[in-house]
């Protein structure tokens, strides 16, 4: 695992690369069970079942319901049900099925109930994508049209989880993940001492670039971090 400092836009930045070893070992395996078992993170397994919840569409191995969120637009988010898929780490080929029926289900009930527009009276594009890491852990897609807040940092395109689970089953089992730490890898990292290594700038440099779609001037300063236990 790797930890991240970076300035972007004036704004200072925390993000941190996660490989399979760190996801996969048993200090995180058992901050995840702690967490899913929180009661604040039990209404993802209920939805289903909850009468305040408005569900719109349901299959058997997912559903489509509104997003609750203190925004003003209109958001959604496809569940999956299958306990075992916490994050996009538990994906593979065998599932790309379900993700399919779940994303053109999804796209026909926006096109025939929903046509977001934005302030200048252009319609504005669906979006569909995962969060890594997410906030629940019940793999589920978030569906907006407003782009303001997608949390780039955490982001992963439907589609390119679809286009590389198609070239490997193992794709994201195995990845490198660059992802924004939040309060989850706060408690995973909050004992480990980090170490400074200089080997890790050019790779950490280009997975930024290509995270935040957008050249980082040789100005930025990257200040990397590998994490080894104590």
């Known amino acids: 695992m790797v930890t991240i400092q970076y300035m972007n836009s004036r704004v200072m930045s925390n993000v941190m690369i996660c490989d399979h070893e760190f996801h996969f070992s048993k200090r995180t395996q058992r901050q995840i069970d702690l967490t899913t078992s929180l009661a604040s993170?039990?209404?993802?397994?209920h939805v289903s079942s909850a009468n305040?919840?408005?569900?719109?569409?349901?299959?058997?191995?997912?559903?489509?319901?509104k997003d609750k969120h203190p925004g003003t637009d209109t958001r959604f988010l496809i569940i999956y049900k299958d306990?075992?898929?916490r994050t996009i780490r538990d994906l593979r080929r065998h599932h790309i099925g379900m993700l399919m029926s779940s994303l053109r289900a999804t796209r026909r009930y926006l096109m025939q109930n929903h046509h977001e527009v934005s302030n200048d009276g252009s319609t504005l594009t669906w979006s569909f994508f995962f969060h890594y890491y997410p906030s629940v852990f019940q793999l589920h897609a978030h569906v907006m049209a407003n782009p303001l807040h997608r949390n780039a940092d955490r982001l992963h395109a439907f589609n390119h989880i679809i286009r590389n689970l198609i070239t490997n089953t193992h794709w994201y089992r195995d990845a490198l993940i660059l992802t924004k730490t939040s309060r989850f890898t706060g408690l995973l990292t909050q004992n480990i001492s980090p170490y400074h290594v200089n080997v890790w700038g050019d790779m950490v440099r280009n997975l930024l670039r290509i995270k935040l779609k957008s050249k980082l001037p040789d100005s930025v300063k990257i200040n990397t971090h590998l994490s080894r236990r104590r």
């Open 52 to 65: 305040d919840e408005e569900i719109l569409l349901e299959a058997d191995q997912w559903l489509l319901a």
């Open 41 to 45: 993170h039990q209404w993802i397994y």
């Open 83 to 85: 306990r075992a898929l």
